[in-house]
């Protein structure tokens, strides 16, 4: 196989989050070689390529920040509505303070999901 053929393998295990052992074990299967150049190869595919396999690593990362941004607005909405309808989460026997902690815990859902979208597009 062609060296370019190797980089875009790597490239694309990288990609679907193979450890790097594997991509190693791969490459020597394929390529009838030596362990130490296969990690020699891996380490320079990773370094020289890194920003290309990152960049396939983002839709997933998009969509886990979509999906935990989408819970934790539910989750706020669900606990805005029961606040104001008036039921309670008891915390330790103190009123609302169960509310409060849902609350907070959602903002800091939607809080993780959009730093995480930022990051994955920004980078």
Request: hydrophobic fraction near 50%; glycine fraction near 8%; aromatic fraction near 10%.
């Amino acid at each position: 196989m062609s060296a370019q053929e190797e980089v875009d393998f790597v490239i694309r295990e990288f990609a679907r989050y193979r450890s790097r052992e594997d991509i190693i074990r791969a490459l020597c299967i394929r390529n009838a070689c030596h362990w130490e150049e296969a990690a020699c190869f891996v380490h320079q595919v990773e370094s020289e390529y890194h920003h290309k396999i990152q960049g396939r690593k983002r839709p997933l990362l998009v969509m886990v920040g979509c999906a935990l941004s989408a819970t934790g607005l539910l989750l706020a909405t669900t606990v805005v509505y029961i606040t104001l309808s008036g039921r309670i989460f008891y915390w330790y026997g103190v009123p609302y303070l169960g509310n409060l902690l849902e609350l907070v815990m959602s903002l800091a859902m939607i809080a993780g999901g959009a730093a995480g979208i930022w990051k994955a597009l920004v980078e």
